[in-house]
């Protein structure tokens, strides 16, 4: 049950051209005209996913999912995508707005999975930039790319291009038809490829081993992770960005358009099955300068997010969210939410995890069972309610 008051939140609705169709996806019950957009929250269990309305954290729906899913954003307001073992399948979160002239109408209906379906075996990384949502599928190789609008159409209708070897990889579609895609196969990733709308070779860059992760900056400047730094794409020219340490693993990076300086993880130790690092990077994607921050705590490839004026968001196993100015690399605010925890060894187990949206961040507490809303620019706690589940993954859409 909510357990602190419920919060307006600043949602805004999806763009004219997106919002003008409503999904034509089967939902359960009737839409209802609301008086501003719901946004609301997904949540992934072990056996299904919870829908939480993200003002009040009540819960909406509980829908059945068989086993391991992960949950991505689409980005357009509504949808989530939710992997399971045979591709990408789209969750109609039932929140939207749709745009009438200067204003726009608000509408809910009960949380649904629909039958648009994406890629195949072993689904991977979903990435929404440009106007276009990237969806790279590593058991195939398979890469979709597929139009918010026509999500919201409750069409799937998409793009394809098969990658030369399958493997545990990335792609990028961007505004003008290119796209970047991770290179590589079963055994090893070396880097990255540019194609162009016809998908003939632009640009190519092979110096990133292990290259894993993306990440969208100011200026559609893109970032790739390397087992030893970062690759910069910035148009058509590729730029590697050494870390200071022989091995200094950049794997899971935080963009935002409202700043040049992309948030990355920090790993040095090769050898470790797991390594719980304390250090972060900020690397400025103008000049390349590649920051290594030491961090008080430890922290988890679910524990980075990006704030309000493209701040950094870091959930620490201290139990505070650590909030930087990424030019400064200064700790702004640290906020004390939830108990102290350990990264399990196995990546696929419920831990805490933090999803930012307007400037609230949710941090979800398996061990508790709980979810916590905080308000990033005041540090105050707005909400919290218990859960019946651990869950696994978060994300949200602001309706």
């Known amino acids: 049950m909510v357990v602190a008051s419920s919060f307006a ?16 996806a089967p939902a359960s019950s009737a839409p209802v005209e609301q008086q501003s957009a719901t946004p609301r929250l997904a949540l ?22 068989d086993g ?51 890629g195949g075996e072993e689904p991977g990384h979903v990435v929404p930039h440009d106007s276009r949502i990237t969806l790279f599928t590593d058991g195939t190789g398979e890469v979709d790319i597929a139009e918010p609008a026509e999500l919201l159409r409750g069409n799937a209708k998409s793009s394809e291009y098969t990658v030369p070897e399958p493997h545990h990889g990335v792609a990028v579609a961007r505004g003008d038809g290119s796209l970047v895609v991770t290179s590589g196969n079963e055994e090893a990733r070396a880097g990255i490829v540019i194609l162009d709308k016809d998908r003939e070779e632009i640009a190519r860059n092979d110096q990133c081993p292990g290259v894993h992760g993306e990440a969208a900056a100011a200026q559609g400047v893109l970032t790739f992770g390397c087992e030893d730094g970062m690759l910069i794409v910035r148009g058509n020219e590729i730029q590697k960005v050494p870390s200071p340490d022989s091995y200094g693993r950049i794997g899971n990076q935080a963009g935002s358009e409202e700043t040049p300086v992309v948030l990355g993880d920090y790993k040095t130790d090769k050898d470790a099955e797991l390594e719980r690092p304390n250090r972060f990077t900020l690397t400025d994607t103008r000049t390349g300068q590649l920051r290594v921050v030491p961090f008080p705590a430890s922290y988890s490839f679910r524990s980075i997010e990006r704030g309000p004026n493209g701040s950094a968001v870091i959930l620490g196993t201290d139990g505070a969210l650590h909030v930087y100015d990424p030019v400064t690399a200064t700790e702004t605010r640290k906020i004390d939410v939830i108990r102290a925890w350990t990264e399990p060894d196995e990546w696929q187990t419920a831990m805490p995890n933090v999803h930012v949206q307007d400037g609230i961040a949710f941090v979800a507490d398996p061990t508790a069972k709980s979810v916590i809303a905080v308000d990033l620019v005041t540090g105050e706690k707005q909400a919290q309610a218990e859960l019946p589940r651990s869950t696994i993954e978060l994300t949200g859409v602001t309706g």
Do not use: K
């Open 44 to 65: 992934s269990y072990d056996g299904g996913i919870l829908v939480l309305d993200a003002q009040s954290l009540q819960q909406v729906a509980d829908i059945p999912a």
């Open 68 to 118: 391991f899913i992960r949950l991505h954003s689409a980005d357009n307001g509504r949808h989530v995508f939710v992997s399971e073992t045979g591709g990408f399948r789209v969750l109609d979160m039932g929140t939207w707005t749709r745009q009438h002239g200067d204003h726009g109408h608000h509408y809910t209906a009960s949380p649904t999975m629909t039958d648009m379906r994406f």
């Open 9 to 24: 939140l600043a949602a805004c609705g999806a763009d004219s051209e997106e919002s003008q169709a409503t999904s034509s």
